[in-house]
């Protein structure tokens, strides 16, 4: 998080890009966006790796993490999609732990949160929206364009009807997209803004040592919303994912 004047609030100077690892990063337009994304992808592997590699039968905290975390997966892609769910787990999976440590890791101070900037998020949708259409027309070919023209519903409401279910069935990428990316800024913002309070308030004298004490108790009570609702929209961008996986399987 951005560093605030005593005098000013710029709550939005947070989710500028910057050049990362220096002369490198500079060079390829490496920004602290993708150091994260690639610091979030490392960090689910070696949630993995290290979680599974004592394979003990009686689990050591790392691997019960490990192990809960794919049997929470799994059951929602199965209990979500159905007995075909087990062909995306691994899809399903890595997206929800991507999503869900670039949310974590924006809470601790000076890291950045990649899913607050819509060009991530919305690319993100994009290939789901992409590879579900794809599971689609592989599984029932021209078939499934019988999805945006429901069965029983008279031919003369088609020039209707169609139209509004394909701008239904596009808007999934702006639902996932905004969703995620408005949560994760909105909480960012609030966690500036109270912060600097804290530091413009501190520096006010005696005056101002009960409100800011009231605002670091606000900003305290924030993060802990905050890592609530990481971990939220991580679970409601898969468990969306998996709904539409549905839909692509079974076209209904």
């Known amino acids: 998080m951005a560093a605030s004047s005593s005098s000013s609030i710029d709550a939005l100077s947070q989710f500028q890009l910057h050049p990362s690892l220096g002369l490198i990063g500079a ?22 790796y290290y979680g599974m590699r004592p394979r003990a039968m009686v689990p050591g905290r790392l691997q019960a993490a490990a192990e809960l975390s794919y049997e929470f997966i799994q059951s929602m892609c199965v209990d979500t999609i159905g007995p075909e769910g087990r062909r995306f787990f691994p899809f399903v999976f890595t997206l929800f732990f991507f999503i869900l440590f670039g949310n974590l890791l924006g809470v601790w101070p000076y890291d950045f949160t ?27 070919g021209l078939h499934f364009f019988s999805y945006f023209m429901p069965a029983g519903v008279p031919k003369a409401l088609a020039p209707l009807l169609i139209p509004i279910e394909i701008l239904s069935y596009l808007s999934r990428i702006i639902s996932l997209s905004v969703r995620l990316f408005a949560n994760m800024m909105a909480g ?65």
Do not use: K, W
């Not at 060079?27 to 993995?48: H, K, R």
């Not at 899913?115 to 690319?123: C, D, E, G, K, R």
């Open 27 to 48: 060079s390829v337009n490496f920004t602290q966006s993708n150091l994260f994304m690639v610091i979030a992808g490392a960090l689910v592997l070696a949630l993995l």
């Open 114 to 140: 990649f899913t607050s900037h819509i060009a991530v998020t919305l690319a993100m949708a994009l290939f789901v929206v992409c590879m579900v259409t794809v599971v689609a027309l592989r599984l029932h």
């Open 188 to 252: 960012h913002v609030m966690l500036e803004v109270f912060g600097a309070f804290v530091v413009m308030l501190g520096s006010a004298g005696l005056l101002g040592i009960v409100p800011a004490g009231v605002s670091l108790a606000v900003n305290v009570a924030l993060i802990g919303f905050e890592i609530l609702v990481a971990s939220l929209q991580a679970y409601v961008f898969a468990i969306l994912t998996c709904i539409y996986l549905h839909d692509a399987v079974h076209l209904h």
